[in-house]
Antibody, heavy 120, light 108 residues
Framework: EVQLVESGGGLVQPGGSLRLSCAAS????????MSWVRQAPGKGLEWVST????????YYADSVKGRFTISRDNSKNTLYVQMNSLRAEDTAVYYC?????????????WGKGTTVIVSS | EIVLTQSPGTLSLSPGERATLSCRAS???????LAWYQQKPGQAPRLLIY???SRATGIPDRFSGSGSGADFTLTISRLEPEDFAVYYC?????????FGQGTKVEIK
């Protein structure tokens, strides 16, 4: 069974940093692109970032470009996002998702999410 | 950036009725790379449709997607109690990937 388990969320002050992790199992992790998608409280879905299967290509939403860095460790079947210079508007549930292809695709399987709260 | 506009914002229907949800793009979506997701309260989204009209694994055939270019539709032929939820469209034909604002399907 495909499983994605996010961790690393929590309360952080504005301007602070946080690293989220997503542990993957049940599929060949290195064969699929992976994405982060977030959802602010009571709001819709916002795509954050995608990384290709091999890790060589990354994409970012303008709202996080220059502050967030997506990465992956295919030897550990784990996806990461390093979030720096956090703002109140980054408060959201962050979902990790397995894309359908190896490069840039729709997201076929999602984790349950981890909550990030940016507040003083 | 491609902006997706979903309509209506809320759809009030009874079980057994047909639901028709619209997703219009501000420009043509490359290769019709348009997906639909369902989200229930407190749950992660679930992929229903990709490539505008292909059902994802395990999705019942009462869900169907259609459309091309900049105009797409999700149809639920006969609403089941478990179908009342929020539905989002997403385009992945270009960067950034973008989502519509969602359509809530509620019980009338």
């Amino acid at each position: 069974e495909v499983q994605l388990v996010e961790s690393g969320g929590g309360l952080v002050q504005p301007g602070g940093s946080l690293r989220l992790s997503c542990a993957a199992s049940g599929f060949t992790f290195s064969s699929y692109a992976m994405s982060w998608v977030r959802q602010a409280p009571g709001k819709g879905l916002e795509w954050v970032s995608t990384i290709s299967a091999g890790g060589g290509t990354t994409y970012y939403a303008d709202s996080v470009k220059g502050r967030f860095t997506i990465s992956r460790d295919n030897s550990k079947n784990t996806l990461y996002v390093q979030m720096n210079s956090l703002r109140a508007e980054d408060t959201a549930v962050y979902y990790c998702a397995k894309d359908q292809g190896n490069y840039y695709d729709s997201s076929g399987v999602w984790g349950k999410g981890t909550t990030v709260i940016v507040s003083s | 950036e491609i902006v997706l506009t979903q309509s209506p914002g809320t759809l009030s229907l009874s079980p057994g009725e047909r639901a028709t949800l619209s997703c219009r793009a501000s420009q043509s979506v490359g290769s019709n790379y348009l997906a639909w997701y369902q989200q229930k309260p407190g749950q992660a989204p679930r992929l229903l449709i990709y490539g505008a009209s292909s059902r994802a694994t395990g999705i019942p055939d009462r869900f169907s997607g259609s459309g091309s270019g900049a105009d797409f539709t999700l149809t639920i032929s006969r609403l089941e109690p478990e179908d009342f939820a929020v539905y989002y469209c997403q385009q992945y034909g270009g960067s950034p990937k973008t989502f519509g604002q969602g359509t809530k399907v509620e019980i009338k």
